[in-house]
């Protein structure tokens, strides 16, 4: 009996129940997922990472750039889960340099990137607000969170005088001059409750302009997906036990509040 009930505790939710919560929660954004087939729900239980690619096409009323996507179901707390992604003390590539810009709210803030690509490529850098929908938490029971992000298309106006004052570590002003904004960066963390488990799902569009071609970001950036999830995975299980504890500033839940410390 113990091993039966332990057993129903771990198994992941059915296709037909990850499918009811997805479409739930595009009744409540505007910033809608695909639902998946039900072969990739059925992968979705068995503990895969599901990828995607989904290409824009404006002239049709699509994405306005394409995008990459992952979807993965962990028994890791939502709560905990979240907390592994958004911790800004965790770089999430080591070539990326991030500067806060603005904090409009405690989890409503603009953040300048700038990575540094291999020759002969050109670096990239962009500037973003992200914020947590906490209406959608409310609609939901909380049972919803959402991460968006939106390019800033003025990001080169507005940083350049930061740049100038020696205020982002590591970036001087050829670098900044010489560096190609990009044409879109938007993209959300979505995390919700399903059963007794969390379902992830991130999206993040692939077009960083230049010669690079968005085909063939848009692979680039898919093929290290399953990495990046499922270390965060990791992070979650093990580390931010330990790393989320006073004097650690507070982290935001997608409803606006304070995750406590652990």
């Known amino acids: 009996m113990?091993?039966?009930?332990?057993?129903?505790?771990?198994?992941?939710?059915?296709?037909?129940?990850?499918?009811?919560?997805?479409?739930?929660?595009?009744?409540?954004t505007n910033l809608d997922v695909p639902t998946l087939t039900n072969d990739q729900r059925l992968a979705l239980t068995q503990g895969e990472v599901v990828k995607l690619i989904q290409r824009g096409d404006s002239s049709k009323g699509g994405v306005e750039a394409g995008k990459v996507r992952a979807y993965y179901v962990t028994p890791i707390p939502k709560a905990q889960l979240w907390l592994a992604f958004q911790d800004a003390h965790f770089q999430v590539q080591e070539m990326t340099t991030d500067y806060l810009f603005k904090k409009h709210t405690q989890d409503?803030?603009?953040w300048y990137?700038?990575?540094?690509?291999?020759?002969?490529?050109?670096?990239?850098h962009?500037?973003?607000?992200?914020?947590?929908?906490?209406?959608?938490?409310?609609?939901?029971?909380?049972?919803?969170?959402?991460?968006?992000?939106?390019?800033?298309?003025e990001g080169v106006?507005?940083?350049?005088?930061?740049?100038?004052?020696?205020?982002?570590?590591?970036?001087?002003?050829d670098m900044f001059n010489e560096a190609i904004y990009v044409p879109a960066s938007n993209g959300t963390w979505v995390a919700m409750d399903v059963e007794n488990h969390t379902l992830l799902i991130y999206s993040a569009t692939a077009t960083v302009g230049g010669s690079i071609p968005e085909e063939?970001?848009?692979?680039?950036?898919?093929?290290?997906?399953?990495k990046f999830i499922l270390e965060g995975e990791q992070r979650a299980r093990t580390t931010m036990l330990k790393h989320y504890v006073a004097p650690h500033e507070p982290i935001y839940g997608g409803d606006g509040k304070a995750i406590p410390l652990y």
């Open 216 to 226: 063939l970001m848009m692979r680039y950036l898919l093929s290290g997906l399953d």
């Open 2 to 28: 113990l091993l039966f009930s332990i057993s129903l505790l771990w198994a992941r939710p059915q296709p037909d129940v990850l499918l009811a919560q997805i479409e739930r929660y595009n009744a409540l």
């Open 113 to 124: 990137g700038f990575i540094d690509l291999f020759w002969p490529l050109s670096d990239r």
């Open 126 to 153: 962009w500037l973003v607000r992200a914020w947590n929908t906490h209406e959608i938490a409310q609609k939901s029971g909380n049972e919803i969170w959402e991460h968006p992000w939106a390019l800033i298309h």
């Open 108 to 110: 409503r803030m603009d």
């Open 157 to 173: 106006e507005l940083m350049q005088p930061h740049i100038q004052k020696g205020l982002v570590k590591g970036i001087d002003e």
